[in-house]
T-cell receptor, first 115, second 113 residues
Framework: AQSVSQHNHHVILSEAASLELGCNYS??????LFWYVQYPGQHLQLLLKYFSGDPLVKGIKGFEAEFIKSKFSFNLRKPSVQWSDTAEYFC?????????????FGSGTRLSIRP | DGGITQSPKYLFRKEGQNVTLSCEQNLNHDAMYWYRQDPGQGLRLIYY???????QKGDIAEGYSVSREKKESFPLTVTSAQKNPTAFYLCASSLRGNLEKLFFGSGTQLSVL
């Protein structure tokens, strides 16, 4: 069965620090990968996605993620975080060619930014 | 505005009671999903539906039931068989079953009295 692991449950950074949130998945086939973000009091929303092509994908608000197939990873990065990046971040995966059509989320990483 | 509407925002359940959470979307999406969000466990899939009158169990379907009689609506019933129902429930939809992008509702917080 497919699964997604986010090993960092809570990350605390100061403003302007660099960010990297880990995401590893387990699935033998081709996958689509996502990062979703939930800002305090707001809906979950898509941050970025990877389907194919350039493994380095850029999302909204200066975030990017790199798909490394050999490591089954899709880590999220941002060179310089802001206080407004405080949120919970979820990595997600879905098999690309499955009729099951369900998306599996990781357990989430809570990011707190100190002003 | 198009979107997903979940109601109520807060819901309380008594012991032995079934409660139903509403999810309506006007995005003309085919697929709809129910997730349960618990602290430290992220989102876990309860049920999903790719088309009207069809739905599939997710990873934690026990104690829950759903129906999909209309494209716009995907209500979730939390039955008395669900022994730990206190959680935040999120409904989502997508344009096609291949999940290019999920749109989420604002959620329902269910608590047990």
């Amino acid at each position: 069965a497919q699964s997604v692991s986010q090993h960092n449950h809570h990350v605390i950074l100061s403003e302007a620090a660099s960010l990297e949130l880990g995401c590893n998945y387990s699935y033998g086939g081709t996958v689509n990968l996502f990062w979703y973000v939930q800002y305090p009091g707001q809906h979950l929303q898509l941050l970025l996605k990877y389907f194919s092509g350039d493994p380095l994908v850029k999302g909204i608000k200066g975030f990017e993620a790199e798909f490394i197939k050999s490591k089954f990873s899709f880590n999220l990065r941002k060179p310089s975080v802001q206080w407004s990046d405080t949120a919970e971040y979820f990595c997600a995966v879905t098999p690309r060619y499955s009729s099951a059509s369900k998306i599996i989320f990781g357990s989430g990483t809570r990011l707190s930014i100190r002003p | 505005d198009g979107g997903i509407t979940q109601s109520p925002k807060y819901l309380f359940r008594k012991e032995g009671q079934n409660v139903t959470l509403s999810c309506e979307q006007n995005l003309n999406h085919d697929a709809m999903y129910w997730y349960r969000q618990d602290p430290g466990q992220g989102l876990r899939l309860i049920y999903y539906s790719q088309i009207v009158n069809d739905f599939q169990k997710g990873d934690i379907a026990e104690g829950y039931s759903v129906s999909r009689e209309k494209k716009e609506s995907f209500p979730l019933t939390v039955t008395s068989a669900q022994k730990n129902p206190t959680a935040f429930y999120l409904c989502a939809s997508s344009l096609r079953g291949n999940l290019e992008k999920l749109f989420f509702g604002s959620g329902t917080q269910l608590s047990v009295l």
